[in-house]
């Protein structure tokens, strides 16, 4: 029997794991994370090393409860569109229907999303023949609001692709923009009833300082990198996400879901290794921030270890900063 499993400790150490998104489904929580692999390949800004192959759906009863592995979830084989590289998914329920989306290298070695579905929230997924159709880049999240439109939130710089898309199409050859101008944003797509793909050509989030101008590229304490999250609080949107060069979880909110989102601060300092990655959910009463780091194998960055901690609001609606190391 697997033990219980407190705050701010890897909640499986069977297997390496990332990128966890983590909701309620059928009263329980269930996490999806990417499934890290141990080898010796090559490791670089282009994130090689995360050479994912497959997905496992892990849940827990209640936060006293022990977690499960449900094993194989989806494979790479299984999947038609895709080369390598499952990196970090997300789930969703609606129509009756389990949701997995994914990113994944197509064939041509660029990144687009899939979606998988399934009658349970544990798997395992069947995938669709093709990626969603407009799709790029990578980290997918949705959030569905409280009149059952659904949201898809992606984007990842460096090995994510995201500078790749800014003239609309792939180029190989684009770069980010300079530090004094805008910062590139994450991407939104309302998403059609079926789930199955995009309602209208998605769309770059700005994201603005207290005055409503633009965070620059430079701003590195604060300019999107990946890792996009949403969720609703007191009628308000949350976007958070990952500031990659400066290893932070920071949040920004607006009362629209597709933004203009006003920057408000850092949820999570800095981790043990380079990636930082997470999830918000409410639980009951309480709100939780599910995230990564990389203690379980004493910071090589790609075998990482999923964990959780308790979200705490101020009175005013922002979020109090979070230290996972603090004694
Ligand atoms: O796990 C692979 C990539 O690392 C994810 O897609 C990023 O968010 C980062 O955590």
Not at 51 to 77: T, W
Not at 196 to 207: G, N, T, V
Not at 269 to 282: C, E
Request: aromatic share 14%; hydrophobic share 35%; proline share 7%.
């Amino acid at each position: 029997m697997n033990p219980v499993i407190k705050p701010n400790q890897p909640l499986v150490t069977h297997i390496y794991t990332a990128d966890p998104s983590a909701h309620v489904f059928e009263g329980k929580i269930y996490i999806y994370p990417s499934h890290d692999l141990d080898h010796d390949g090559p490791d670089n800004d282009n994130g090689d090393q995360y050479a994912m192959e497959d997905y496992h759906v892990l849940s827990m009863d209640n936060f006293d409860s022990p977690v499960v592995d449900h094993g194989e979830a989806l494979h790479l084989k299984d999947i038609p569109w895709a080369s390598k590289q499952l990196w970090a998914p997300d789930a969703a329920y609606k129509n009756d229907t389990y949701y997995l989306f994914f990113p994944a290298r197509d064939h041509d070695g660029i990144f687009r999303i899939g979606v998988a579905t399934s009658a349970s929230p544990a798997g395992p997924f069947t995938p669709q023949s093709s990626y969603i159709e407009g799709s790029f880049s990578i980290d997918p999240a949705v959030f569905i609001d409280d009149n059952n439109q659904a949201y898809m939130y992606f984007g990842g710089l460096w090995g994510g692709q995201l500078e790749k898309w800014q003239n609309g199409a792939f180029d190989a050859d684009t770069t980010g923009p300079d530090a004094d101008a805008p910062a590139l944003g994450p991407i939104v797509a309302q998403m059609s009833e079926d789930m199955l793909s995009f309602q209208a050509d998605p769309q770059e989030i700005s994201i603005v300082d207290e005055n409503g101008s633009p965070i620059l590229a430079g701003d590195e304490d604060r300019r999107y990198f990946e890792g996009p999250w949403v969720h609703k609080y007191n009628d308000l949107y949350y976007l958070s996400y990952s500031t990659g060069t400066t290893h932070k979880l920071v949040y920004a909110v607006s009362e629209n879901p597709m933004g203009p989102y006003t920057f408000k601060g850092t949820i999570l300092t800095p981790v043990i290794g380079w990636t930082t990655h997470h999830s918000i959910v409410q639980f009951e009463e309480k709100w939780y921030l599910f995230y990564h780091d990389c203690s379980l194998s004493e910071g090589v960055n790609h075998k990482r270890c999923v964990k959780y901690t308790e979200l705490h609001y101020n009175e005013d609606g922002t979020i109090q900063t979070i230290d996972p190391y603090q004694k």
